[in-house]
């Protein structure tokens, strides 16, 4: 079921999830659906359960040809539950980001470059995956909004935060910079 996503601004949206206790279960297995429906529905690259107002640790993402992203490389989809990611060096990199509950907007975010998460899928297997790139910066946006935190508040800069239709010229900049 396509589920109304919750905006910046709602305090929903600040909270920290609680862990899933019991994996799988019908309701992890409604959950996730609603999670894919909307995300789907919507142009996605991700969404996490806080932001159709559950509180639960559990994130989807997937990226395949992605108008809102055309330039990214394909992400398998998966459901990650109770996720845990490592920073795998300090290194990290500034690129641009949307959010769903961040509707219209779109700012340049620090990000490790790489890391590794683990974590289960819906049916309580394990994953564990080390990532790089538009992968890495997925997964951290997607695992923040587990604990309360939506991307603005990860930018150092916002002077590169702006609406989508205005911010090409921004993006054309910071990219061959
Ligand atoms: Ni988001």
Known sequence: MI???????NPRLLEVAQAVSVCP????????ADLLDTMRHLDGAGLAAPQIG??????????????????AAPIPLT???NPVITPLADEQVEDWEGCLSVPGL?????????????GTDQFGEPIDRTVSGFH?????????????????RRMHDLEYFGFEGE???LRAQTEQG
């Open 106 to 118: 779109r700012g340049r975010v620090p990000r490790y470059r790489h890391v590794r998460y683990t």
């Open 167 to 169: 911010v090409a010229a």
């Open 3 to 9: 589920r109304p996503v919750l905006r910046m601004g």
């Open 54 to 71: 559950v509180s639960q640790r559990v994130v989807v993402f997937e990226v395949k040809s992605n108008p809102r992203y055309p330039e």
């Open 136 to 152: 890495a910066r997925v997964v951290q946006h997607e695992c923040d909004h587990l604990d309360g935190i939506l991307y603005p």
């Open 25 to 32: 279960s019908p309701a992890l297995d409604a959950l996730v």
């Open 79 to 81: 459901v990650l539950v």
